[in-house]
């Protein structure tokens, strides 16, 4: 069974920094993508950043400059490093995977969440 599990959240003030990890655990053939996840309360879980297997990235425009996500294939984790953090970057983030538990099956896979707060 695949897990993944985040850590690293917490509460930061504005222009601060933080660092998100997620590791992949448990049996399976391989990672496609990981990418990060966040939701506001109120709000829709967005797309914050992903990660192929290949190295490329996508970023939302709001975090673009800001944030950087990276991927260490050997360890099968997918890291945020969050930088100029601001209030509104508050949110719940998930680390998500797309990984293949067999050669032939796959599957979303999601973490359980790590809270973000960015206050004065």
């Known amino acids: 069974q695949v897990q993944l599990v985040e850590s690293g959240g917490g509460s930061v003030q504005p222009g601060g920094s933080l660092t998100l990890s997620c590791a992949a655990s448990g049996s399976f053939f391989r990672i496609v993508a990981m990418g990060w996840y966040r939701q506001a309360p109120g709000k829709e879980r967005e797309l914050v950043a992903r990660?192929?297997?290949?190295?490329?990235?996508e970023y939302a425009d709001s975090v673009k400059g800001r944030f950087t996500i990276s991927r260490d294939n050997a360890k099968n984790t997918v890291y945020l490093q969050m930088n100029n953090l601001r209030p509104e970057d508050t949110a719940v983030y998930y680390c998500d995977g797309y990984i293949y538990e067999t050669m032939k099956t796959w599957d979303q896979y999601w973490g359980p969440g790590t809270q973000v707060t960015v206050s004065a």
């Open positions: 990660v192929n297997s290949g190295g490329g990235t």
